[in-house]
């Protein structure tokens, strides 16, 4: 029983935090900002997947251990790429809002709205 | 088996790769035997294609459960045709202007290669992957002349993208604990007979929320105007014509996916809502590219209505739609990047006597508008007929379809003002008459020609077309009184409307005001939040 209600707390927790990164992404002003939040959601999510295929007892499939007691491997593999894609959607986004804070000394979405042309 | 369709995704990408490290202008003829290469792939593939239908091609030695799938049906054999088509083109008109930059050939062969995966690609993952990739590729595409526009908005439509993307994540992970396995086929077979569950549900509707950022339906839409408006005419024609339709491309496979009927209706009447706000945008803008991008959001919209009434009628409207909407907008856009490049402006009111000085090209441009307005022997006309006959039954929506209608021939009317000389009174810039009609010799606009000659022949050649997509495909009948009288009022109408109101002052401050909303990137998120929650209530 107790190993139920805590396996329920954390999926909570783990929507918590997806749900603080939507919160940030419609409430952040500042490009830096929405950045974090992007990142934050993703990593909310790969918490969620890996919390979700864990099973108590079982052990991480690295090689030496039988197949019979180890968790899903497919997962981790999966979430190795998602991961790296994450990587490279952060940094084209922050290169570009290097290029930007060059253009027009400002960062905030709304100002960058506002200008013409 | 499988060799030639794993070909097809990693020969473009090898040779992107060869052509940025030679850095030579000798190797970047190469982007021309890779689309050599690529047609007579697609060759073979027509060839075996009885045999390849529908099978799933499993790479490595893995089982099916574990593997990576390719699979090639009638879709996607018919959006590959259209892909290697659209590259062409692209490629014939970048060609003089990039052909020294072996950094943009790079990429747009890369995209292409992705591309091409998104569509034989068969596991929930792997369609993620690319999606993924296309987005990143076509991001670095947009904001090529790096001038603070097009980073601005090529920012912009990087975030939001990403965003949709992760409530596919998080759909897919759904879909992966209720069945066990990542495949497309076994997903769909082993969702099928499970019961009808909240979770089902709430798979359903992250994962087509995320499709539906991607494909631009209505809220989340502003990205389009502003990617498409400011990226060079080249990628933009690319944009609008194909990669926006890989967006519904997936948003089918979705539906494929949970196979009984969802919420085609939701999905219905948030596109007739696209089509509605896309016409009223597109209305009110003096940039030319912003008009033709706002004008897809509409078309989108259209072809959304269609495609959400899976294995009816009005399904293969919104198809067929589809395919005929890439070959016009293309033309559309590449006409518009040639007067930019003549005329050193993108304002409507600016460009004028454009019939005269590029008498050719005004041909081609003047197809691709009768073809998006869907007159009588233009291939628009084949979408329009199955999408209006589909809806004949049902009055309000029938009047709200006539509405887009005229609406986008308004706005092509609007368009059309670029044709004409200017009045006595203003003075925009005009080529030198001794320029006139020597600008515009077929060679120059090679790929415009070979669209405007495609609009004319889908027309024509739409069953050889449908059979291509689905082999029951609705009668459409080329002379229809009905049609053409329908068509021909709603074109006196429109002229009535666009005399009246758009070229006088009387609501010049009501468009001003439209033209002016801008709408930053954390209410966009607002409204993506908003979209997830109307679904969820829509489900209950």
Redesign the interface.
């Known amino acids: 029983m107790p190993t139920t209600i805590l396996n329920h707390l954390e999926t909570f927790l783990i929507l918590a935090i997806?749900l603080s990164g939507?919160v940030g992404?419609?409430?952040?002003?500042n490009?830096i900002r929405?950045?974090i939040c992007?990142n934050i959601?993703?990593t909310g999510?790969i918490l969620?997947?890996l919390s979700?295929?864990y099973e108590p007892g079982m052990l991480p499939p690295v090689l030496p251990t039988p197949t019979q007691s180890m968790v899903d491997p497919?997962?981790e593999a999966?979430v190795i790429?998602?991961i790296v894609?994450g990587a490279?959607?952060t940094s084209?986004?922050l290169m570009?809002?290097i290029?930007?804070f060059h253009?027009?000394g400002t960062l905030d979405?709304?100002e960058?709205?506002?200008?013409e042309? | 088996m499988i060799t030639y369709p794993l070909l097809m995704v990693f020969l473009p990408i090898i040779s992107a790769i060869f052509i940025y490290i030679m850095g030579k202008s000798w190797a970047n003829r190469l982007v021309f035997a890779t689309q050599l290469a690529l047609s007579l792939l697609y060759l073979q593939l027509i060839a075996i294609f009885p045999v390849l239908n529908s099978k799933s091609l499993v790479i490595g030695d893995w089982t099916l459960q574990s593997g990576i799938a390719l699979k090639i049906d009638n879709l996607s054999m018919a959006f590959i045709g259209l892909a290697i088509f659209m590259w062409w083109m692209v490629i014939l008109y970048a060609w003089p202007i990039y052909k020294k930059d072996n950094k943009f050939l790079f990429f747009l062969l890369f995209l292409e290669g992705t591309f091409l995966g998104l569509l034989m690609v068969n596991d929930l993952f792997s369609m993620f992957v690319f999606i993924d990739i296309i987005t990143i590729l076509s991001a670095i595409l947009v904001v090529y002349k790096k001038d603070g526009w097009s980073l601005r908005s090529g920012l912009y439509y990087l975030m939001i993208n990403s965003m949709g993307m992760l409530t596919y994540l998080m759909g897919f992970v759904i879909v992966y604990m209720l069945t066990g396995t990542l495949n497309w086929d076994l997903a769909t077979e082993r969702l099928s007979v499970l019961p009808l569950s909240p979770s089902i549900y709430a798979a359903y509707i992250l994962m087509s929320a995320s499709v539906s950022v991607k494909a631009a339906f209505f809220p989340t839409f502003n990205w389009l105007s502003r990617a498409h408006g400011s990226a060079p005419a080249s990628i933009s024609a690319l944009l609008s014509g194909l990669l926006v339709k890989g967006g519904l491309y997936a948003f089918i496979r979705i539906q494929e996916l949970f196979s009984r009927p969802m919420m085609g209706d939701f999905f219905f009447h948030l596109g007739l809502i696209t089509a509605l706000s896309g016409v009223i945008f597109a209305l009110s803008q003096k940039d030319i590219k912003q008009m033709l991008a706002f004008s897809t959001i509409s078309q989108i919209g259209l072809m959304l209505m269609g495609i959400s009434q899976i294995q009816t009628n009005i399904y293969y409207g919104g198809l067929i739609h589809l395919f005929n909407h890439a070959l016009f907008k293309a033309l559309l856009f590449l006409g518009a990047g040639i007067l930019i490049n003549h005329y050193k402006t993108r304002r409507l009111t600016q460009i004028r006597g454009v019939f005269q000085a590029f008498p050719l090209l005004s041909v081609t441009l003047f197809i691709g508008m009768l073809s998006i307005t869907g007159a009588p022997f233009f291939n628009g006309y084949i979408g329009k007929y199955i999408l209006s006959t589909e809806l004949a039954s049902k009055p309000l929506y029938f009047s709200l379809y006539h509405l887009v209608n005229l609406g986008t021939i308004m706005t092509y009317m609007k368009f059309s003002q670029i044709f004409f000389l200017p009045n006595e009174e203003s003075k925009p810039f005009l080529p030198d008459p001794k320029q006139w009609g020597k600008m515009d010799r077929p060679r120059h606009i090679i790929p415009s020609l070979i669209l405007a000659f495609s609009c004319l022949f889908a027309t024509f050649g739409f069953s050889f077309l449908g059979n291509l997509v689905q082999a029951d495909f609705p009668t459409v009948r080329l002379f229809s009184a009905t049609k053409y009288v329908h068509w021909s009022l709603t074109v006196i109408l429109a002229y009535i409307l666009t005399k009246a109101f758009i070229f006088t002052d009387r609501i010049t401050h009501i468009l001003h005001a439209i033209r002016e909303v801008k709408i930053p990137f954390y209410h966009t998120a607002y409204m993506f939040i908003l979209l997830l929650a109307s679904m969820l209530v829509f489900a209950w």
Do not use: C, E, N
Not at chain 1, 25 to 29: C, E, N, S, V
Not at chain 1, 112 to 115: I, Y
């Open positions: 997806i939507f992404l419609a409430t952040a002003k490009i929405s950045i992007l959601t993703q999510i969620l997947f979700l295929v497919t997962p999966l790429t998602t894609i490279a959607i084209l986004a570009m809002s290029k930007i253009h027009y979405w709304k960058l709205a506002d200008r042309g």
